[in-house]
């Protein structure tokens, strides 16, 4: 007789505007889901003339599926139907999630394997190896790494930056926290480095037993990440459970993830 699969506990950590699709598509697959948000999402402004100014880069990079959602929603409110983009320029994303965020909108997106939707790897295109006299721009949220700024620098390019979302922790999740621990196969997911810095600074302030024990027995857990730069931090840190990279940074390489932990389990 067959062995049921296990149902897995999965603990949500994605800001809330990203974490109801994703929910929903791992209790399709049968298993438990608890919303827990390190960050919540904090909209800026455009810059000042951004009509003006947006057509004139030949290249322009989005962050996130955030930065996309900010740019979309911030567009429309100021320019109603202008176009977006110039006929000369190309996007392109960092994470397969970006990726398809911007192919729903119709925009001139650069397709890539799957993995090269990361910055290291993006940065060794062929496309993006002389930039010698090149505008790029890059949408993003408040502060966040500099390796692609200062890759397409090297590179040759003029780089600009638009911040338009700044993350800020979120709302300790007391009651989803509590039911994670009792869980029989906990899965936790981490998307970012600052994710997870968020959670584990909300953990140390609002839950007085996490030096005590609760930081030794999440560190035995099953987690999923979305980078081995993610995943080599947390192990040395000390995370001694099963680390899980995302084969894709989208909800699909989620869901390939929690179906490899549910076989190995």
Request: charged residues 20%; neutral net charge; contains cysteine.
């Amino acid at each position: 007789m067959t062995k049921p699969d296990p149902v897995l506990t999965f603990l949500n950590t994605r800001p809330i505007e990203q974490a109801a699709a994703l929910s929903q598509s791992v209790q399709q697959k049968g298993h438990q889901v608890l919303e827990c948000p390190s960050l919540k999402i904090c909209p800026l402004p455009l810059p000042e003339q951004a009509e003006k100014t947006l057509p004139k880069f030949d290249k322009v990079f989005f962050i996130s599926q955030n930065a996309v959602k900010q740019l979309v929603e911030k567009w429309q409110s100021a320019y109603q139907t202008l176009p977006v983009f110039a006929n000369h320029t190309s996007c392109f994303a960092i994470g397969q999630s970006t990726y398809l965020a911007m192919e729903s909108h119709d925009w001139p997106v650069v397709k890539l394997n799957s993995s090269q939707y990361v910055t290291e790897t993006l940065l060794e295109l062929d496309d993006l190896q002389d930039l010698t006299n090149q505008q790029c721009l890059i949408v993003k949220g408040k502060g966040g790494r500099t390796a692609l700024a200062e890759g397409l620098k090297a590179a040759g390019a003029t780089v600009t930056e638009w911040a338009l979302y700044e993350r800020k922790s979120a709302d300790f999740c007391a009651s989803e926290w509590q039911a994670f621990q009792k869980a029989r196969h906990p899965v936790l997911l981490i998307s970012s480095l600052e994710a997870w810095y968020r959670l584990e600074k909300m953990l140390k302030e609002n839950n007085e037993d996490w030096a005590k024990k609760d930081q030794a027995w999440l560190f035995l857990q099953d987690i999923i990440v979305f980078s081995d730069r993610i995943k080599n931090a947390l192990q040395q840190q000390g995370w001694k459970g099963r680390l899980f990279v995302v084969p894709q940074q989208s909800n699909s390489g989620i869901l390939t993830a929690l179906e490899q932990i549910s076989i190995e389990c």
